[in-house]
């Protein structure tokens, strides 16, 4: 990471992050730390450099095996608490977080006990630092929907805290279609739609996002670049993608780093993010710092005003 020389270069700048999975945030102390904690035999210890994937199936492994790891509240607040550090270093002051909990109910972790410890982590940051976030639960693609609905009923009971409702996991074979009537419900109970679209998926899938499940943002959304109609949709409707180029530089999804200016260029609303920065080794300012050869001055200040536009906060 380079040094703050200048406050207006866009890692000294306060910034909101919309694209960031709190699991994604289980940093190699953390995972040896409950490992330990837990006795877990069938899961080795890592180092930084311990993750050799290679695509999103590869690096979903990786992720779901640091999820076993996490059992009690106090797991989650230690998750959740070293989030907030790492954006108050990356001087994020706002974000909206993901979580999965059908990766933890599935394994027989209360729903409650996810959520009181990430809480707990969240008003103490507010607490202190001023600093606040809301909570985005992801329905992952590969569990069954019965467990979705169960999740999504017992998360009605946390109010103002969620804002929104996604969906994550690996898109290949799951299309956006499959979950047109749990979204319906989502809609119903008042609640934001966004989704993660066209990262390995086809621009088929952005476009079922937006029509089949009423989604408000597409994460990721790379492949909308090779449907120039749906380009014009995402830019007439002003349908922010969040992008995360250090996570696409390391799943593959794309070696051209000059892709996210050509998004923008094109008049799309892009948000620049970090996806699983544990994982990654990167959170948000690496990577501004990875595209910023792309971006004149003025397009960066841009991406960061977009990323409180974006945002469900209607007070920005
Ligand atoms: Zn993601």
Redesign the pocket.
Known sequence: MRPFPNPHEPWAQDKAEL?M?LE?CLEPDLWNKFQRKHSYLDIAPVTTVTYPFTDLSSFLAWRYQGDRLLNDEEDFFDLTWRYVQRALDNHIVYAEL?FDPQAHTARGVSLDTVMSGIIRALRQAEQRYGWTARLIPNILRDHPLRTAEDDLAHLEAYGDWIVGVGL?SRELPYPPRLFRHLFDQVRRKGWHVVA?AG?EGPASYIWQALDELGAERI??GIHAMDDPVLMGRLKIDRIPLTI?PW?NKRLGVTTDLSIYYKLFHEGLVLTINS??PAYFSSYLNANFELISPYFPPDALQQLIKNSFVASFRTDF
């Open positions: 694209h999975h994604g993901f994550d993660h990262e994460d990721h995360c996570s996806d699983d």
